[in-house]
T-cell receptor, first 113, second 111 residues
Framework: NAGVTQTPKFQVLKTGQSMTLQCAQD?????MYWYRQDPGMGLRLIYY???????DKGEVPNGYNVSRLNKREFSLRLESAAPSQTSVYFC????????????FGDGTRLSIL | KQEVTQIPAALSVPEGENLVLNCSFT??????LQWFRQDPGKGLTSLLL?????REQTSGRLNASLDKSSGRSTLYIAASQPGDSATYLC??????????FGQGTELSVKP
């Protein structure tokens, strides 16, 4: 059971470069999420998609864009990477309904020089 | 601003001890409170989810409680084992389907 798969696992970028982080889930979940995790800050929501075709901003959306390509895939794009975006990025998915736990991928570790 | 706070930030105990991790939240209008486990270099694994109408949930050696009136949740781990060593995070689900996370408690269980 793959669950939530994120690619790549590691990436180093230079300031100003662009990149897309990929996420795919095989659990037929409607909702998908992108978080970033920074030391001392916990996980913070960047964007989420409650269903295919919809996306909404989370707590820290600036500098990012997302695409819900289909029900399985939800990508996160950095158009012009900045050192402040160095972080570990997690994708998660969940079924519809408020009382369903989110399932997380193993993360993408991104460093921006 | 909605906030979730976890105390302590780190905890070290000998194997076999019972322990309690604490979580407090500012938004009383939560939909649920969730506890996760995170191993180094890995994603989060859901442990327990307590709906806003519930007071506690149990899974094996884990028991989580929820007190909305005081804005607190606890995670009780019985008979701790070295394999329980990980970071434990709590999060509350608020309006808009958003999870607000605490910063986590790093637990180390010594053999």
């Amino acid at each position: 059971n793959a669950g939530v798969t994120q690619t790549p696992k590691f990436q180093v970028l230079k300031t100003g470069q662009s990149m897309t982080l990929q996420c795919a889930q095989d659990m037929n979940h409607n909702s998908m999420y992108w978080y970033r995790q920074d030391p001392g800050m916990g996980l913070r929501l960047i964007y989420y998609s409650a269903s295919e075709g919809t996306t909404d901003k989370g707590e820290v959306p600036n500098g990012y864009n997302v695409s819900r390509l289909n029900k399985r895939e939800f990508s996160l794009r950095l158009e012009s990477a900045a050192p402040s975006q160095t972080s570990v990025y997690f994708c998660a998915s969940a079924p519809s309904g408020a009382n369903q736990p989110q399932h997380f991928g193993d993360g993408t570790r991104l460093s921006i020089l | 601003k909605q906030e979730v706070t976890q105390i302590p930030a780190a905890l070290s105990v000998p194997e076999g001890e019972n322990l309690v991790l604490n979580c407090s939240f500012t938004d009383s209008a939560i939909y649920n409170l969730q506890w996760f486990r995170q191993d180094p270099g890995k994603g989060l694994t859901s442990l327990l989810l307590i709906q806003s109408s519930q007071r506690e949930q149990t899974s094996g050696r884990l028991n989580a409680s929820l007190d909305k009136s005081s804005g607190r949740s606890t995670l009780y781990i019985a008979a701790s084992q070295p394999g329980d060593s990980a970071t434990y995070l709590c999060a509350d689900l608020v309006q808009g389907g958003k999870l607000i996370f605490g910063q986590g408690t790093e637990l180390s269980v010594k053999p």
